[in-house]
């Protein structure tokens, strides 16, 4: 993938913050956490297979040093320990700054016995443990200094079964899409090819898809998922439907492991494709056309705005966007009528499923990249203040020949309903998602973290009268966990004082 088209991808995603990680070991005595006796069905039977934490009781102090050799015997799947061979890849992040992040041991688990037993060795060793499923995270929460890291990687199998796919929660995007489409099925997902389910489910998961189809969390049935306590549950609408209602959005790393989902796909049908390109001087008006289509466009119609700072000191804007009805020509028409400007230039085409997913993925994988970004909810059109506001700090950037992009998905159509089941996800009436986003290398020095935090921090500012708050996938160090959950955060709290009371999963982006 060349250049251009890696900032492509990336654009239509979300990037990193800089963040030191905090641990997340578990300090306080352990309370067996929900009640075992709650189970009621064979998927919440704490497995049977022999662990010798689980008869000392997770939580307990640790005594001795911690007994890795034993650990990996139990195991189905590989642990990788700092040294040995494997290590320097299993423990990697997508982003290479957290490539100095070493945790003691990274369990890459080949069953959901694994999880539990890396969930039950972390608690009776007071090790941290963080889960890892794509490695996407904006913030390295997915790997720990000196404690464990829980990678479902391998558990990646698909079945579909009549409109609905289970997913193990190891699978990336690409991966997913590829086998529905043998179905002439899909999802509605975010773009990047290499990017987790498990993540962009647990959060949300924003894309093209978004407005006619909901959120990615929205789709999902059913999940398995290992908590604190070891026990393995299933959460859905008639099974620990709090679990369920927070782990639609709620984030991941905050309530348990999650093994695999079950979610109902949609049609993998041919989709009308757009891209408009206005020249800087049209920026102000294509930021209020942009608004508009985000408020009446229909939800069959879907569109983001890129407006980007470029090394060489200019400014581009441009909209990709899509119908679902097949075609594009109507909702291409209808933005730039809002605008009041034809795109400079503009292409409309039609693409397949699997077209779509490489053309917005960049392909059908991506490289590791470095990146800063953040987000701030729009709860309504920005004024005119604002907006100029916007512009500013994009054109501050590339004065200062920062590669930098404002990224705007609207949210509306479906997105503004609540699934069955209700679910964590608090943006329902919020307009769309900005996102502030800057390009770094893989181990950018301080001046270039400093010019991308700046960046992202004069974005916040600009529109500060019209944020809700963040989107909880794109996760910044340094920010109130709570502006990520609007109206959800206290339901939120008391589900994770239900399931995890002694707060063994806690990093500094968890639910406090
Ligand atoms: C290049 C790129 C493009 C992106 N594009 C989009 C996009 O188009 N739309 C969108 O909405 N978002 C997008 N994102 C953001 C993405 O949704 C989040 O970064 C997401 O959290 C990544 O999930 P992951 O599994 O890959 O990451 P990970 O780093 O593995 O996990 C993210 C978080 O979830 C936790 N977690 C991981 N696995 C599990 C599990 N099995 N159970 C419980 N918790 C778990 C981790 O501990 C961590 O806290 C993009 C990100 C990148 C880097």
């Not at 251009?4 to 578990?26: H, M, N, P, W, Y």
């Not at 590989?78 to 990274?106: I, K, M």
């Not at 489409?181 to 898809?209: E, W, Y």
Request: with cysteine; net charge positive.
């Amino acid at each position: 993938m060349n250049r251009f088209d890696r900032r492509e991808v990336l654009k239509a995603g979300g990037l990193l913050a800089a963040a030191t990680l905090t641990s997340c070991s578990d300090t306080k005595p352990a309370s067996a956490g929900p009640s075992e006796a709650a189970s009621t069905g064979p998927s919440e039977a704490a497995s049977t297979k022999p662990s010798e934490v689980a008869s000392t009781g997770p939580g307990e102090a640790a005594t001795a040093a911690p007994d890795w050799t034993g650990l990996a015997r139990r195991l189905d799947g590989r642990l990788y320990r700092p040294g040995q061979t494997g290590y320097a890849g299993a423990h990697q992040l997508f982003n290479p700054r957290w490539d100095s992040v070493q945790p003691a041991g990274v369990v890459r688990a080949g069953s959901v016995d694994d999880v539990r037993e890396a969930i039950l060795f972390a608690r009776t060793n007071k090790l941290a443990c963080v889960p890892k499923g794509g490695g996407h995270s904006y913030v390295g929460a997915s790997t720990v200094r000196n404690g464990l890291m829980v990678d479902v990687g391998a558990l990646k199998s698909l079945a579909y079964v009549s409109t609905a796919i289970q997913i193990g929660a190891g699978a990336r995007l690409y991966d997913v899409h590829a086998y529905l489409d043998k179905f002439g099925r899909s999802l509605p997902t975010g773009t990047c090819p290499t990017v987790g389910i498990a993540g962009l489910a647990l959060g949300g998961g924003l894309g093209i898809h978004t407005r006619t189809y909901g959120l990615t969390s929205d789709r999902v049935i059913s999940l398995q998922v290992v908590t604190a306590d070891g026990v393995v549950r299933t959460a859905s609408a008639t099974q620990n439907a709090d679990l369920y209602w927070a782990l639609r959005g709620g984030g991941g790393g905050n309530l348990g492991i999650v093994t695999s989902f079950r979610l109902a796909t949609i049609p993998g049908g041919k989709l009308g494709f757009f891209r408009l390109s206005w020249p800087e001087a049209k920026a102000a008006a294509v930021l209020r056309g942009w608004q508009r289509f985000a408020r009446e466009a229909p939800a069959t119609t879907w569109g983001n705005l890129h407006v980007s700072a470029d090394d060489n000191g200019t400014v581009s804007v441009h909209v990709i966007g899509i119908s679902t009805t097949g075609s594009a020509t109507s909702a291409a028409a209808e933005l730039e009528s809002f605008v009041g400007a034809k795109g400079s230039a503009r292409t409309i085409t039609v693409k397949t499923h699997m077209e779509a997913v490489r053309y917005l993925g960049g392909g059908t994988t991506s490289p590791r990249s470095g990146w800063l970004a953040g987000s701030d909810v729009l709860r309504g059109p920005m004024d005119a203040g604002a907006i100029d506001g916007l512009l500013g700090v994009v054109k501050a950037a590339a004065r200062a020949k920062l590669v930098a992009t404002a990224i705007l998905d609207p949210l509306g159509g479906q997105a503004a309903n609540q699934p069955a089941g209700g679910s964590a996800w608090p943006w329902r009436s919020a307009l769309g998602v900005i996102q502030w986003y800057a390009e770094l290398p893989g181990q950018p020095s301080t001046a270039q973290l400093r010019a991308a935090q700046g960046f992202v921090s004069d974005g916040h500012r600009a529109v500060a009268r019209f944020s809700a708050g963040g989107y909880v996938n794109y996760l910044e160090a340094g920010r109130a966990v709570s502006s990520y959950y609007g109206s959800s955060l206290p339901r939120l709290r008391t589900v994770k004082q239900k399931y995890d009371p002694t707060g063994f999963f806690r990093t500094a982006y968890t639910l406090g």
